[in-house]
């Protein structure tokens, strides 16, 4: 079966731990994706990969690291810097050069 | 100023009942992208377009490119259709998402 997958679904961690929110795809996608939802905005752009190795920033990535080692991997790690990290994370990957992304189901990181 | 507007934020209608959702945006665009997300968070893409309609079962999508507005139909809605749906655009790289639409469908 080819998809994203993100673990886990519900995370939650205490105020000023680092935590690592996992994303995989076996799609053989070239480009992936994190986004940032919260209640009442759209989607926003933490991060995004072209490429293995390489990564830029999205609009809102303080507070954030990435890192694509692998194609099929790209995990973001929510650090103690992201001053309100309690929101709903979702990974998405495309081929290169396509109009259209495909979702993971996201993960739900609430930080207590 | 968001890129990419919907309306209406909140939607509630009786089962059966034809809906209409709208998009407008105001950056250039080589696709739009009507997404489905379903109260447990995943999203599924309904359409791409980049020119005139598409029909997909009970769902139709339409687009002016002239006008930059796009229309999200629902013939003879049903409960299951309850969910948000975001309208995205595509500007070379970047994505640009409205903050959806909360459908509520009332048997």
């Known amino acids: 079966d080819g998809g994203i997958t993100q673990s886990p679904k519900y995370l939650f961690r205490k105020e000023g731990q680092n935590v690592t929110l996992s994303c995989e795809q076996n799609?053989?996608?070239?480009?992936m994706y994190w986004y940032r939802q919260d209640p009442g905005q759209g989607l926003r752009l933490i991060y995004y990969?072209?490429?293995?190795?390489?990564?830029q920033k999205g609009d809102i990535a303080e507070g954030y690291s990435v890192s694509r080692e692998k194609k099929e991997s790209f995990p973001l790690t929510v650090t103690s810097a992201q001053k309100n990290p309690t929101a709903f994370y979702l990974c998405?990957?495309?081929?290169?050069?396509?109009?259209?992304?495909?979702f993971g189901p996201g993960t739900r990181l609430t930080v207590l | 100023k968001n890129e990419v507007e919907q309306s209406p934020q909140n939607l509630t209608a009786q089962e059966g009942e034809f809906i209409t959702i709208n998009c407008s945006y105001s950056?250039?665009?080589?696709?739009l992208h009507w997404l489905q997300q379903h109260p447990g968070g995943g999203i599924v893409s309904l359409f791409m377009?980049?020119?005139g309609k598409k029909k997909h079962g009970r769902l139709i999508a339409t687009i002016n490119i002239q006008e930059k507005h796009s229309s999200l139909h629902i013939t003879a809605s049903h409960p299951r259709d309850s969910a948000v749906y975001i309208c995205?655009?595509?500007?070379?790289?970047?994505?640009?998402f409205g903050t959806g639409t909360s459908l509520t469908v009332i048997p």
């Open positions: 998405a990957s495309s081929p290169q050069g396509a109009d259209t992304q495909y």
């Open positions: 799609l053989n996608h070239d480009a």
């Open positions: 990969s072209q490429i293995v190795n390489d990564f």
């Open positions: 950056v250039g665009i080589s696709a």
């Open positions: 377009l980049s020119s």
């Open positions: 995205a655009v595509i500007n070379g790289n970047q994505f640009y």
